[in-house]
């Protein structure tokens, strides 16, 4: 990455992007820490992300900006961005995330320093010093029921959560696949420069986004045609039972022989994600579609 590196330690690496916004790259495999950033005004600086250990982000602020932390931006509520919230909301700061993940993030019966505030839809927040950040959140179910992105529109830079990760690191317990890509496709055709993606080594371009729209459609097209071919007889809706007793087993095998036919879409997923994550991609999302029809 040809930007300025300006920490390292704990197996993270801050690199300057701007004078006023930074990019956190964090280790996922050892550390199960997402990427984030760092969002600085003339007066404070915001934080996006709360991976495990998040709070060494509070160190990082101190050591590196020598300003005080003013709040959190989440991009959704999954373990690997927000386990690090708690040591947080023992400060006086403020927590912008999804208005659905209020009650998950903070539930009324507890008490913290911290002040939250949900988002529904844009909110735009002007930071001294000219630094203009602009949260936003989906009307439906993407990668998660609680994305929210953070865009810093002089920068052209969307921090968009896992909602675009390098393809190996694509999840999808709890996702809607269908209106991700939908998602996906609307933002691409927004005007944009770089992607600060949840998982991945550096920022991405902004076309990165319909690339990764592409092969989302790809993973749902093969979990689709795996699906009817487990149960054709099913499609009629009369056996919904079957579905219920679908073992892991049998999942895998089915996946297994899709792939071994090495059709181009199948070839297409393992250039991208390698022949395992690309099984495992397929697999979610197959449970998914059995989810939903079991639901
Ligand atoms: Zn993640």
Same mark, same amino acid.
């Given at each position: 990455m040809e930007y300025e590196q300006i920490y390292q330690g704990n197996m993270v690496e801050i690199f300057r992007i701007a004078d006023y916004f930074y990019f956190r790259r964090a280790n /996922? $495999?050892?550390? &199960?820490q997402c990427n984030g950033a760092f969002i600085v005004s003339d007066t404070e600086v915001f934080i996006v992300d709360a991976p495990p250990g998040g709070i060494e982000m509070a160190c990082e602020v101190e050591n590196l900006f *020598?300003? $005080? /932390?003013a709040g959190l931006f989440l991009t959704h509520g999954h373990t690997d961005h927000v386990n690090g919230l708690a040591p947080f909301l023992e400060r006086e700061l403020t927590v912008f995330c999804n208005y659905r993940l209020l009650s998950y993030l903070a539930p009324e019966d507890k008490k913290y320093r911290a002040h939250f505030i949900g988002v529904d839809g844009t909110l735009k927040l002007h930071l001294a010093g000219d630094v203009d950040v602009e949260l936003r959140t989906l009307n439906d179910v993407a990668h998660s029921k609680g994305d929210m992105f953070v865009r810093i529109p002089k920068l052209g830079i969307i921090c968009t959560g896992d909602c675009v990760v390098e393809p190996q690191t694509a999840y999808f317990h709890g996702a809607d696949i269908r209106s991700w890509i939908y998602s996906l496709r609307k933002l691409a055709d927004e005007k944009g420069k770089y992607v600060l993606a949840g998982h991945g080594p550096s920022l991405f371009p902004y076309s990165y986004i319909g690339e990764f729209a592409d092969y989302l459609s790809v993973i749902e097209k093969c979990a689709r045609i795996c699906f009817m071919r487990f *149960? $054709? &007889? /099913?499609l009629d809706r009369i056996n919904e039972e079957r579905f219920a007793n679908v073992t892991t087993d049998e999942v895998k095998v089915l996946i297994e022989d899709f792939f071994s036919e090495g059709s181009q879409d199948v070839l297409f997923l393992e250039g991208k994600a390698g022949k395992e994550d690309a099984r495992r991609t397929v697999r979610m999302v197959l449970w998914e579609l059995i989810r939903e029809w079991i639901r």
């Open positions: /996922l $495999p050892v550390r &199960e *020598h300003k $005080p /932390l *149960h $054709p &007889e /099913l």
